[in-house]
């Protein structure tokens, strides 16, 4: 009679792979990759006119800077060794071409500037390529007559925004508007004016997303309606290949996707498809689902943000544009301290073992002296190490 009941009997396992999850030290050791913050890109906002850094409320812990404000950013991007930073200019005054964008003296330009010559050649310095944040419509580019985006118009106020952002000092642009063909105007537009080392990160697969939504007050944007004639349709992941391969052939450096998280699918299509590094934007909506959920205790930040951050890189993004750049960084090097510590112990481990093993040795070396007294071996043989050799001298004298 049993008081227990018996246990249902189980076919064993055959193969247990919960036997490379046991200890921190073996999981380390078998994961398949890890984000760095070589391979983060922080954006920043900068808008002409605050003397303070104003928050941008739909994004908690993201502001729009003053200049003093944006080269501290900067500065500590710099030091926590992030890849680069991206910037977004906000300017005062928009008008019907989005002429602040291409006016030396404009916000972004003048900022390019002050970045490139706080953190030198420590971050590359990128800068967004795009009408939308200067036009009173809020559009990417310049319209027509009755109120449509004009492709061939638009590129020609690229060409003349790559040329005075690449005047400014900037190390990359990156084209966002989705106008057909703007990759192969800016190459053309900065080879002429000599700016051949100035590159070009495409953002090749930008889809009209819901996820831009907390970036349009960080850029205190104007657009009423839509982006659907120019930016892709979320449906098609094929024709996000087929933008990258476009942009790859008028000479793009990187191509991006955009938003991340809602097309890791196009992620892994478009690094399978390219040969030239591939980004992703972690967007703004992105970035600001998590930190609301945070906000309510409803999901573990820390966790989710690197949790965020790798499933982006697990799905082939070599670089990962993202508001938590800086602090991910941060999070990054506490997790490597403390997997130095667990080696730490294992040293002294280590250590006590090596403790052992030489007195185990010496003892060893003892028995022998006493053997080859007793003339039972010959004494130069067995020691093929210089250090046995000499330390058995030491104690046979
Ligand atoms: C356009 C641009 C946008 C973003 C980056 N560049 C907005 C848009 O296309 O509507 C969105 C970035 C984000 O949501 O974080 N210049």
């Known amino acids: 009679m049993t008081e227990h009941p018996v246990p249902a009997p189980v076919v064993p396992p055959l193969v247990r792979p919960r036997r490379l999850r046991t200890t921190p030290a073996l999981r380390r050791m078998v994961a ?19 003397t303070e850094p104003k928050p941008v409320s739909s994004m ?22 992030l890849g680069g ?7 005062e005054t928009k008008d019907a071409t989005g002429s602040g964008a291409l006016d030396p003296s404009g916000v972004l330009n003048l900022a390019i500037t002050d970045v490139v010559a706080e953190v030198g050649d420590a971050l590359t310095v990128m800068s967004d390529l795009c009408l939308d944040e200067f036009t009173d419509h809020g559009h990417c580019g310049v319209l027509t007559a009755d109120g449509r985006v004009d492709n061939d118009q638009t590129l020609a106020a690229y060409a003349d ?6 005047h ?20 053309d537009a900065l080879d002429a004016f000599e700016h051949t080392d100035v590159g070009i990160l495409a953002y090749s697969a930008k889809y009209a997303s819901a996820f831009f939504g907390p970036f349009r007050e960080a850029v205190d944007s104007s657009l009423v309606g839509d982006r659907r004639t120019y930016q892709q349709d979320p449906a098609n992941a094929r024709e996000g290949v087929r933008e990258a391969l476009l942009d790859v052939a008028e000479g793009a450096d990187m191509v991006m996707v955009k938003p991340a998280l809602p097309y890791l699918d ?17 967007v703004s909506g992105e970035y600001a689902q998590l930190e609301a959920a945070a906000e309510r205790g409803w999901i573990d930040r820390e966790a989710a943000i690197l949790e965020t951050l790798t ?11 993202t508001y938590w750049a800086s602090e991910a960084a941060r999070l990054l090097a ?20 090596l403790g052992a093993a030489e007195a185990l040795e010496t003892s060893m070396i003892h028995s022998l002296a006493g053997l080859i007294d007793e003339g039972g071996i010959n004494r130069t043989r067995p020691f093929r190490e210089p250090h046995h050799t000499a330390s058995m001298a030491a104690i046979v004298g």
């Open 266 to 282: 196009v992620v892994r299509r478009v690094r399978e498809a390219v040969e030239v590094p591939v980004a992703a934007y972690n």
């Open 161 to 166: 925004m790559a040329r005075a952002q690449a």
């Open 60 to 81: 908690p812990g993201v502001v729009q800077h003053t200049r003093d404000s944006l080269l501290a950013a900067v500065s500590e991007a710099a030091e926590l060794g």
């Open 168 to 187: 400014a000092g900037v190390d990359m642009v990156g084209p966002s508007g989705m106008m057909d063909g703007q990759v192969r105007v800016i190459r």
């Open 334 to 353: 506490e997790i490597s301290a403390e997997l130095g510590e667990l080696s730490a112990e294992k040293d002294e481990v280590e250590m006590e073992w």
């Open 85 to 91: 930073v991206m910037l977004f200019g906000v300017p």
């Open 32 to 50: 398949e990759q890890q984000v760095q913050a070589r391979q983060l890109v922080l954006p920043v906002f900068i808008r002409e006119g605050l």
């Open 311 to 321: 499933s982006i890189h697990r799905a082939g993004a070599d670089v990962i544009l």
